[in-house]
Each structure stands twice: as structure tokens, then as C-alpha cells.
């Protein structure tokens, strides 16, 4: 303290952090600060946990800001995000099923069950709007897409069968009529 920063209002209230010395700050630091947001030149202030190590525990992988675009954008993986607050309820009750469905895909090399916890970290151009936010994000589309079936882990196996090419192509088609007669 003190510090300087621009909030972006028209960008989903971006931040952008001066990285100098604020005792030593000037008039001509203010101005050329302003002029490299003006000019797109700053990155924004995001923040994030520490990558974990390991990253995966229990066939569940732990997604933080600073690992997020490498695990999510890969394109040779399909990637099943659970966006969630550590207070909410609704999401601790998923937390056990959740858990289940990674142990229960552990074995497929490129689909990936993981959670983000969106109140410690950011992702620029990620918008999350209530907890929790389930998306899928296949290997053909990184946009994402949402997910708002039921939640139990037949509900989740009958939506990957249908959903994501690496399921698929691990539990053929009969692997879909075993979810079937679970449900």
C-alpha cells in the first residue's frame, strides 16, 4: 500500500496492477500507465492459487488460474470443469460425486474431470455466474459447453457416453447400455 490500478468496467471488471514503486511514483508513471492500458499493452492483474503438486489426486484434477488455459485449451483432451465456491452448499454436496465420477474415468487418458475454485482464482474472459458452474470443454470445441443435467453419476456417465468423444471411444457402446440400466 499504497498501489495503483485500473478497473475495467466494459471488460468484466478487469484489473490492471502498476508494478512499480509507489513511494517513488510520478506524474509521468501515471501517464505512461495509462497510456499502455489505452494502447492494450497491460496485462491483467488475475488472481491465483499456487499450481498444486500433484496437479491430479484421485483421477481429479485441481485447475487454478495459472494452469487453467494449458489444461483446459488442450486440444487432445475433452476436460469437465466444476466451477464452485468452497462455502456453497450445493456444491459440497456434488463435492462426493464429483470425486466418484474422476475415479471413475481415471483410466481415460484425455478426458479430464477437474474443479476450479472461482472464488481464489480468475480466467480472463471466464464468467461465472452462480455456483456451481459445470462445463465441458471437448477437444473440438474450447469455447465450452454447458452442463446442466442431473447430478448423480449415472446422469454424468449417460452425458459423457453421449457428449465426449473420449468416453466414447474408452466404454463403447456397451459401456452406454450399462449407464442405461443404471438409470
Same mark, same amino acid.
Given at each position: @500500500?499504497?498501489?495503483?490500478?485500473?478497473?475495467?468496467? !466494459?471488460?468484466? @471488471?478487469?484489473?490492471?496492477?502498476?508494478?512499480?514503486? !509507489?513511494?517513488?511514483?510520478?506524474?509521468?508513471?501515471?501517464?505512461?500507465?495509462?497510456?499502455?492500458?489505452?494502447?492494450?499493452?497491460?496485462?491483467? =492483474? $488475475?488472481?491465483?492459487?499456487?499450481?498444486?503438486?500433484? @496437479?491430479?489426486?484421485?483421477?481429479?484434477?485441481?485447475?487454478?488460474?495459472?494452469?487453467?488455459?494449458?489444461?483446459? #485449451?488442450?486440444?487432445?483432451?475433452?476436460?469437465?470443469?466444476?466451477?464452485?465456491?468452497?462455502?456453497?452448499? =450445493?456444491? #459440497? *454436496?456434488?463435492?462426493?460425486?464429483?470425486?466418484?465420477?474422476? #475415479?471413475?474415468?481415471?483410466?481415460?487418458?484425455?478426458?479430464?474431470?477437474?474443479?476450479?475454485?472461482?472464488?481464489?482464482?480468475?480466467?480472463?474472459?471466464?464468467?461465472?455466474?452462480?455456483?456451481?458452474?459445470?462445463?465441458?470443454?471437448? #477437444? &473440438?470445441?474450447? &469455447?465450452?459447453?454447458?452442463?446442466?443435467?442431473?447430478?448423480? $453419476?449415472?446422469?454424468?456417465?449417460?452425458? $459423457?457416453?453421449?457428449?465426449?468423444? *473420449?468416453?466414447?471411444?474408452?466404454?463403447?457402446?456397451?459401456?452406454? *447400455?450399462?449407464?442405461?440400466?443404471?438409470?
Amino acid at each position: @500500500m499504497p498501489t495503483l490500478r485500473i478497473i475495467s468496467p !466494459a471488460e468484466n @471488471m478487469l484489473k490492471y496492477a502498476w508494478e512499480g514503486d !509507489a513511494k517513488a511514483l510520478t506524474g509521468a508513471d501515471v501517464t505512461k500507465f495509462l497510456d499502455d492500458f489505452t494502447g492494450g499493452k497491460l496485462q491483467p =492483474h $488475475l488472481k491465483s492459487e499456487p499450481i498444486p503438486d500433484p @496437479m491430479t489426486v484421485d483421477g481429479q484434477t485441481v485447475l487454478v488460474g495459472k494452469s487453467w488455459e494449458d489444461v483446459v #485449451k488442450d486440444s487432445s483432451k475433452d476436460v469437465l470443469v466444476k466451477y464452485y465456491a468452497p462455502w456453497c452448499g =450445493h456444491c #459440497k *454436496a456434488l463435492a462426493p460425486v464429483w470425486e466418484e465420477l474422476a #475415479k471413475d474415468v481415471e483410466g481415460i487418458e484425455d478426458l479430464i474431470i477437474a474443479k476450479f475454485d472461482a472464488t481464489a482464482n480468475e480466467v480472463v474472459g471466464l464468467d461465472v455466474r452462480g455456483y456451481p458452474t459445470l462445463k465441458f470443454y471437448p #477437444k &473440438d470445441n474450447k &469455447d465450452g459447453v454447458d452442463y446442466s443435467g442431473d447430478r448423480q $453419476l449415472p446422469d454424468f456417465q449417460k452425458w $459423457l457416453s453421449e457428449n465426449s468423444a *473420449a468416453y466414447k471411444a474408452a466404454r463403447p457402446a456397451d459401456g452406454a *447400455a450399462a449407464v442405461e440400466e443404471e438409470l
